[in-house]
C-alpha cells in the first residue's frame, strides 16, 4: 500500500483498555470515518453481529481467505484468528475515506510496515487493576478468557513504544479529546494537503496579474 488521500489510524491497546468506546464516539463525531471490519474465528458476544463488529468465520474458512491472500494482515490473539481484509481497506483509503484499524500489536507491526503514512495510537489503561475492573464489569470473557486476557495485556504494553502516540485512557472525556486532537492535527499534516495548497495557490493563477488600481 502507498501514501493515499484518506488517513489510517491504527488503535490497539489490551483488551478492555477502551478501544471500542473510543472509537464509535470517533465514527459517531466524524461520519467521514470507516471502521475496518475484521474477520475473526472467536465466538459472537451477545450483541455483536455478523459484519457490524466481525465478520466471524470458522477456522477453516479463515485458513483458506489466509491462502487466497485475502488479508492485509493476520495474527493470532488470545488462541483465535483475527484478519484486516485488504481490498476493503485501499478502496476506501482511495476513495478519500479515513479508516479506523482495531487491530492487536502484531497486526499493527504489519499494518505500519505496509502503510508507512498510518497513524498509530496505543491506548494505554492506568493500571492493571483498573483494567481488570473494566474486563469484570464488561462481563464479556469468562474467568480464564479475563485471566488470559490481563496477562496479555503485559505484553502487549511491553510494545507501547512501536506506536507514534500513546493516549492514556483513565477518564473518558479527556482520553477521547486527546485522541481526537492527533486525528485533528494528523488530518492538517502538510503531507496530506498538497491538493488544497495548489487550489489556494490556482486562484491567484486564475486572477492574473494583480492591478494596483492607481
Ligand atoms: P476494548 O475495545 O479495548 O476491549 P472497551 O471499549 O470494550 O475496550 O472497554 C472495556 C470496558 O471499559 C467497557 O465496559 C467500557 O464501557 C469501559 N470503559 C472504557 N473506557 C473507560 C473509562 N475511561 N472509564 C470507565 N470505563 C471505561
Ligand atoms: P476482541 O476479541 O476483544 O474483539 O479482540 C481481541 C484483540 O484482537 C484486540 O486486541 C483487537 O484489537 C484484535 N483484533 C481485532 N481485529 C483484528 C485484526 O483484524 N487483526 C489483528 N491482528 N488483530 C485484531
Given at each position: 500500500?502507498?501514501?493515499?488521500?484518506?488517513?489510517?489510524?491504527?488503535?490497539?491497546?489490551?483488551?478492555?483498555?477502551?478501544?471500542?468506546?473510543?472509537?464509535?464516539?470517533?465514527?459517531?463525531?466524524?461520519?467521514?470515518?470507516?471502521?475496518?471490519?475484521?474477520?475473526?474465528?472467536?465466538?459472537?458476544?451477545?450483541?455483536?453481529?455478523?459484519?457490524?463488529?466481525?465478520?466471524?468465520?470458522?477456522?477453516?474458512?479463515?485458513?483458506?481467505?489466509?491462502?487466497?491472500?485475502?488479508?492485509?494482515?493476520?495474527?493470532?490473539?488470545?488462541?483465535?484468528?483475527?484478519?484486516?481484509?485488504?481490498?476493503?481497506?485501499?478502496?476506501?483509503?482511495?476513495?478519500?475515506?479515513?479508516?479506523?484499524?482495531?487491530?492487536?500489536?502484531?497486526?499493527?507491526?504489519?499494518?505500519?510496515?505496509?502503510?508507512?503514512?498510518?497513524?498509530?495510537?496505543?491506548?494505554?489503561?492506568?493500571?492493571?487493576?483498573?483494567?481488570?475492573?473494566?474486563?469484570?464489569?464488561?462481563?464479556?470473557?469468562?474467568?480464564?478468557?479475563?485471566?488470559?486476557?490481563?496477562?496479555?495485556?503485559?505484553?502487549?504494553?511491553?510494545?507501547?513504544?512501536?506506536?507514534?502516540?500513546?493516549?492514556?485512557?483513565?477518564?473518558?472525556?479527556?482520553?477521547?479529546?486527546?485522541?481526537?486532537?492527533?486525528?485533528?492535527?494528523?488530518?492538517?499534516?502538510?503531507?496530506?494537503?498538497?491538493?488544497?495548497?495548489?487550489?489556494?495557490?490556482k486562484t491567484w493563477?486564475d486572477?492574473?496579474?494583480?492591478?494596483?488600481?492607481?
Open positions: 500500500m502507498t501514501s493515499r488521500k484518506g488517513a489510517a489510524l491504527i488503535i490497539c491497546s489490551p483488551s478492555g483498555g477502551g478501544k471500542s468506546t473510543l472509537i464509535s464516539r470517533l465514527i459517531a463525531e466524524f461520519p467521514n470515518f470507516s471502521f475496518s471490519i475484521s474477520y475473526t474465528t472467536r465466538n459472537p458476544r451477545p450483541g455483536e453481529k455478523h459484519g457490524r463488529e466481525y465478520y466471524f468465520v470458522d477456522r477453516s474458512e479463515f485458513e483458506d481467505l489466509i491462502n487466497r491472500h485475502f488479508f492485509a494482515e493476520w495474527a493470532e490473539v488470545h488462541a483465535n484468528y483475527y484478519g484486516t481484509p485488504l481490498q476493503t481497506g485501499l478502496d476506501l483509503l482511495e476513495s478519500g475515506k479515513d479508516i479506523i484499524f482495531d487491530i492487536d500489536v502484531q497486526g499493527a507491526e504489519q499494518l505500519r510496515k505496509s502503510m508507512p503514512d498510518s497513524i498509530s495510537i496505543f491506548i494505554l489503561p492506568p493500571s492493571r487493576q483498573v483494567l481488570k475492573q473494566r474486563l469484570t464489569k464488561r462481563g464479556s470473557d469468562d474467568a480464564k478468557e479475563l485471566v488470559r486476557r490481563l496477562e496479555a495485556a503485559r505484553q502487549e504494553i511491553g510494545r507501547a513504544g512501536e506506536f507514534a502516540y500513546w493516549v492514556l485512557n483513565q477518564d473518558l472525556e479527556p482520553a477521547y479529546e486527546r485522541l481526537k486532537s492527533i486525528y485533528l492535527a494528523e488530518k492538517c499534516r502538510s503531507s496530506r494537503n498538497r491538493e488544497m495548497l495548489r487550489d489556494v495557490l493563477e486572477q492574473g496579474t494583480e492591478s494596483t488600481g492607481q
